[in-house]
C-alpha cells in the first residue's frame, strides 16, 4: 500500500517561488518514478515533471527552467521547487508514483493534491 500526501502550496505573487513535497508514508518498498501533475479549473490535467530513482528527469515545456524536481533522501519523497511563477501556473498539484519508470501517464498512485495560486 502506498500513501501520498503532498504540502507546501499556497498563495503566491507573479515572480515569486513555492516548494511542494510529496511523501509516502505508508510503503516499504520503492516507487520508481515520481512526479508531479497539475490542473486548472476547465483545463485537462497536465504532466509538469517527473523523476525516476536514477534521477532521470523530465520536464513540461511550460515550466522548464523555472521549476526543477527532486528526489529526498527518505524513501519516495519527492519535491518540487518552483520558481518564477506566473499566473498561469495557478493549478491544483497533484503527487504521483508509479513502479514502472515509464508509466508516467497512468499512475499507480495518487496524492489528494495541493492548491497553488499565484496572483499578478
Known amino acids: 500500500q502506498v500513501r501520498l500526501v503532498e504540502s507546501g502550496g499556497g498563495l503566491v505573487q507573479a515572480g515569486g517561488s513555492l516548494r511542494l513535497s510529496c511523501a509516502d508514508s505508508?510503503?516499504?518498498?520503492?516507487?520508481?518514478?515520481m512526479g508531479w501533475y497539475r490542473q486548472a479549473p476547465g483545463k485537462q490535467r497536465e504532466l509538469v515533471a517527473h523523476?525516476?530513482?536514477?534521477?532521470?528527469?523530465n520536464y513540461a515545456d511550460s515550466v522548464k527552467g523555472r521549476f526543477t524536481i527532486s528526489r529526498g533522501d527518505a524513501k519516495n519523497t519527492v519535491y518540487l521547487l518552483m520558481n518564477s511563477l506566473k499566473p498561469e501556473d495557478t493549478a491544483v498539484y497533484y503527487c504521483?508514483?508509479?513502479?514502472?519508470?515509464?508509466?508516467?501517464?497512468?499512475?499507480?498512485?495518487w496524492g489528494q493534491g495541493t492548491q497553488v495560486t499565484v496572483s499578478s
Open positions: 505508508v510503503s516499504t518498498f520503492s516507487i520508481n518514478v
Open positions: 523523476i525516476t530513482t536514477g534521477g532521470g528527469t
Open positions: 504521483f508514483g508509479s513502479f514502472r519508470s515509464d508509466n508516467y501517464y497512468t499512475p499507480n498512485y
